[in-house]
């Protein structure tokens, strides 16, 4: 560890071991360790303090009682059960096994649902943000993005970009021009990509119904509609949704949809309630906007037999857990919020 290091808050490993053996010698030790293991090794844990009692309320005999008082801190320990990567390695592991263990149940039978739910129709589809502007980009052993070499745009930059960025280029996912940038809209169609999938769900049970030729409210006696999504960063900051998307019979996984309602009506209905789906932004200086989904759309079946043509149970399974505990830090961006505040007048 270098001096600077040092003095970032952080202490030194002279230090840090004084600090180990005097925690290991203290007389507490045995119960604090046992407290940490109970939180299954949390980064953050919760210190609690206080206490609790359990009373029979027909005697008011005191049955049980606790206080953090008798604590070798003062404190009880509790996981923090942050599903974040970066935040909390342990919790979001035991986030991510739980994760995968409810998705692959919903899949193929487990936690209650039954084996038969495999015969379900299930696709797999991905929903992408729109372009708002060109951006520098990975292709393998291509050029970013190829344009005539002289023309520029309005802001007197080159269109184009003639470079192979590596995968791990900081120039990934920047715009090419931030002034042709539409970061206003970027910015927006984040802060709204949940409302827009929530469109998409309302327009998907709606087209589903219209084009089995009933009203939504009929369908819903024949048929239910489930959805588990996860969102991944992708390197320009903005985010796609993996979904799974199920059909079960009326009330639920424990029972099939009817034949009409099979594979083909399912991804039949998903591409136009992509492009039906739009929220439409509260009035502001900056005017009303309407967001919609970007043009890609992946729609995949999920298959018992993964040698088919398709995803396995399995690999779905396991990429929505990947994703449910990575944050924006896994392509490249950061992962805390960013608030703005005017700096002091330079002049002053
Ligand atoms: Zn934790
Ligand atoms: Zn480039
Ligand atoms: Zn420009």
Known sequence: ?????QHDGQPSSDEWMADLARLVNAPGYKRWQSM?????GCGHPVHLAGQSMIVDAGTGEILHAYTTDAEPSGHLLVACGNRRA???????????ADTFHLIRAGLSS?????????????TFVTLTAPSFGPVHAHRDCRACRPRKRDRLCEHGRLVGCHLRHAPQDELLGQPICPDCYDYTGAVLWQAHAGGLWHRFTLALRQELAGQAGMTRRAFAQHAKVSFAKVAEYQRRGLIHFHAIIRLDGPNGPTEPPPDWAGHHLLTQAIPPAVHQAAVTTPPSSLGRWTLTWGDQLD???ILLDPSADGLSERAVASYIAKYATKGAEASGTIDHRLSCRALPDADG
Not at 86 to 96: D, F, K, L
């Open 86 to 96: 970066s935040v909390c390695p342990a919790c979001s592991q035991t986030y991510q």
């Open 36 to 40: 940490v293991a109970a939180t299954g």
């Open 110 to 122: 487990g936690k209650g649902v039954p084996e038969t739910v495999s015969a379900h129709p299930r």
């Open 299 to 301: 729609i995949r079946p």
């Open 1 to 5: 560890m270098s001096k600077e290091e």
